[in-house]
Nanobody, 124 residues
Framework: QVQLIESGGGLVQAGGSLRLSCAAS????????MGWFRQAPGKEREFVAG????????KYADSVKGRFTISRDNAKNTVYLQMNSLKPEDTAVYYC?????????????????WGQGTQITVSS
């Protein structure tokens, strides 16, 4: 049974930082490209960042470029999202997702597995 478990969410002031972790089990982690998505109240789920399974090359949404960094540790079956210079508009539930391909897709339907999400709230 595949499980993706996010952690590291919480409440932070604007300008602050948080690091999210997503621990994967039940799959061969190195076979999967990984993505982070977020969903704010009343809005659709959107792509935030992704990292390729082999090269480790990353892709980011324009809204987070220069502030967020995605990374992975295949030995720990974990993907991370370092979030700096947080803004109130970053407030959302953040989800990690796994896609058994070589590329990073930005569309929700491309991903095979999803975590349960972790709440990030950025106060102004």
């Amino acid at each position: 049974q595949v499980q993706l478990i996010e952690s590291g969410g919480g409440l932070v002031q604007a300008g602050g930082s948080l690091r999210l972790s997503c621990a994967a089990s039940g799959l061969t982690f190195s076979d999967y490209s990984m993505g982070w998505f977020r969903q704010a109240p009343g809005k659709e789920r959107e792509f935030v960042a992704g990292i390729m399974r082999s090269s480790g090359a990353a892709k980011y949404a324009d809204s987070v470029k220069g502030r967020f960094t995605i990374s992975r540790d295949n030995a720990k079956n974990t993907v991370y999202l370092q979030m700096n210079s947080l803004k109130p508009e970053d407030t959302a539930v953040y989800y990690c997702a796994a896609d058994r391909v070589s590329f990073v897709f930005t569309t929700i339907g491309a991903y095979d597995y999803w975590g349960q999400g972790t709440q990030i709230t950025v106060s102004s």
